[in-house]
Structure formats: C-alpha cells, structure tokens
C-alpha cells in the first residue's frame, strides 16, 4: 500500500485545496480506509466506527491487541445519541464543560456500535476534538470516527505527521499533515457507568479539574500500577505495555541534588560499557549532565511545554539509537499526573529510588 500525505492548515482557515484534501480524506473513511489526522492531543488513525471491518484495520496496521477499545471520535453532540444507551448526568456536565476538547466519556453503548470498536464491551468511549481539521474530518465523513493514536502499538504516541510516517507508512492509506499538536498526550478518561465517575486515564483534563465539576471521582488502580495479565482493559492505554522507547527506561526518584548526582553515575557506568545513554531532564537540570544524550523536555515550572514535548523526546531516542535513557521524576499533581503516567508505563514502574 502507497501511503498518501497532504498538508492542511492547523489554523482551521482552510484553503480551496484544504478542503478537497479533507473530502477525500473523508471519502476514504467512508469507503473503510484509514486516516491518519491530527488532534489537540495526538496525532489519531481513523476508520469508520460503525463499521466492524474498518476498525479490524486499524487493530491490524497498529498490532494492537483486539480487546484494547478505540475512541469514536465526533464533531457535535448529536451525533453522540445514536451511539450510547443513556446520557448520565455526570456524562452531560463533561460534555457541557470539556467538549470540544481533550476530554474522553466512557457510556453504556448503544446496538449501533459494533464490537469490534469497542474491544467486546458493552461500553463505549467517546471524544468530541477541538481540533478544527479533525472536527472538519468527521463532518464531512458523516460516521464517528474510530481513532487510536497513529502508531505502532507500544510505541510513544505521535505528535507530529513525521512520527505517523516512522510507524504508519506503508500500512494505511493517508497522512493529513496539520503540524505539531497542542497538547501533546492522549486525551483525559472517565468512566460515567457507574454511580461514582471514575478516570481511567489522566490527562489535560486534570483530576483536580474534574473533582471541582463532578464532585467525588476516583482513581482505577490501572492508573497507580500495572495491572494484571487477565485484566480487561476498560479504556484505552490501561493494560498493555504503552508509550514505550526501543531503549530501556529507568525513572530516578529522590531529591534533587541526588538524583542528578546519580544519574550521572549511571550514564559514566553505561558509557564504560560502550552503551548509547540518554538523560531526560528539565531546562533547570539540563547543565547538570556532562555526558550523554541529554535532551531537556521543558521547564519544571511550564508543564504543558514538558507534556508537550515528551513523546518527541522518545522518538528522537529512538533515532540516535539509545541502549538505555535515565529520566528524572515529575510531580503527580495536576498536569504532572498525565506526564508521570506515560513516563511509569513507558518504564514498565522501572523506578530506581535514591
């Protein structure tokens, strides 16, 4: 397969030939093909959601286990009736406050919405974007759209269309180029099925932001650790091994002084032994580190700008061909919730204590 890229404006002042790229693309969708189209999150591998045979594409071109469920994307919320059993109240006040946006509502489904979207459960994931190509893309495909993010599975998601093509290329039929994404993680998830919501991936939407909204909301284990082999995964990024570079990643925990000092000593061991090393660090650390592949992710005090370039920073891993990457640790409060999420998953809660 010949994999298409077009580039369209991120602003959302399409041009004559932005919108004939976006028709195709959207004639793509409905004919069963995939994709690949940018969002304020990630970059996302769209399929029809109603068709059971599109979203077996996109299991396939991914390697994504077949009982990890998709997002059905939209673009207003009526199109989101047809696809649920019940409109929760909790359900509702996500939708008033956060959509469009970066926020994930898990429902009860409706009979439209086949299994093969939703990982054969009985629920279904919902995203309304705010980005204005993939909210165009939608509109004009008349369907929801099924949308993972637009890489290899277990691979750090794709923030821009050159990370699509790395993984992608060859194994779908278009790349919508619409640069860099905003925020740069996957999207917030809550559960709204039950009488207590319950987020089941942080994101953006932060939890202190949701329990301002909604009142109680907890926390699914599957978020504080890995779960076990056997478990279901009720959203996506919950049980298989995600995020991940090729090399292996070590999280350095403890004061600051200390870990620094210690990472170090970890790079000079590594590089005694001929290895390619990386340091994950901030714009305050950053001088720190002599040696090594040091790439800052942003300042400690501008966290949307570390979310943002995280994913970037482990792909160009990848690319300098890093045995192993050493990364400090980021607060759990707020954004930081979201950032060490990826980072423990990505890790495999490879913590090293000092």
């Known amino acids: 397969m010949k994999t298409k890229i ?25 004919a069963g093909g995939l994709v690949a189209f940018p969002t304020e999150t990630v970059y996302g591998l769209g399929a029809n959601a109603l068709d059971e045979r599109a979203a077996a594409k996109i299991y396939e071109a991914k390697g994504r286990p077949s009982d990890n469920p998709l997002i059905a994307h939209i673009s207003s919320l009526q199109e989101l009736e047809p696809l649920i059993a019940r409109f929760p109240e909790a359900g509702r006040r996500l939708a008033e ?22 990982g054969g459960l009985e629920t279904v994931a919902v995203r309304m974007p705010s980005d204005p190509t993939a909210s165009e893309l939608i509109r004009l495909s008349g369907v929801p759209v099924a949308a993972p993010s637009a890489n290899l599975s277990g691979r750090p998601s794709p923030t821009r269309a050159g990370h699509v093509r790395q993984d992608m290329d060859g194994r779908i039929d278009l790349i919508l180029d619409g640069g860099p994404v905003g925020i740069g993680l996957e999207s917030t998830i809550v559960d709204v099925t039950e009488e207590i919501p319950v987020l089941l991936r942080p994101g953006a939407v932060t939890m202190e932001m949701l329990r301002e909204l909604l009142g109680e909301v907890r926390i699914d284990p599957a978020i504080l650790g890995p779960v076990g082999a056997d478990t279901r995964p009720r959203a996506p990024g919950m049980k298989y091994r995600h995020y991940a570079p090729r090399a292996e990643l070590t999280l350095v ?38 040696r090594g592949l040091v790439r800052s992710i942003g300042a400690r005090s501008d966290e949307r700008s570390v979310a943002r370039n995280l994913y970037a920073v482990l792909r160009e891993f990848d690319d300098l061909g890093a045995e192993y990457i050493y990364s400090e640790k980021f607060s759990d409060e ?3 919730q979201a950032i060490m999420n990826r980072l423990n998953k990505a890790a495999g809660y490879r913590v090293l204590k000092v």
């Open 334 to 336: 707020q954004l930081g």
């Open 6 to 30: 077009w580039k369209v404006s991120g602003s959302g002042h399409f041009t004559q030939e932005d919108k004939r790229h976006l028709r195709e693309a959207a004639d793509i969708i409905r």
């Open 253 to 290: 925990e403890g004061g600051s002084a200390a870990v620094t000092r210690r990472i170090r000593e970890l790079v000079d061991e590594r590089q005694r032994q001929g290895c390619r090393v990386g340091v994950i660090c901030t714009d305050e650390t950053k001088g720190s580190y002599p």
């Open 97 to 118: 406050a956060f959509w469009p946006g970066p926020v994930t509502i898990i429902f009860e489904k409706s009979g439209q919405v086949p299994y093969g979207t939703t």
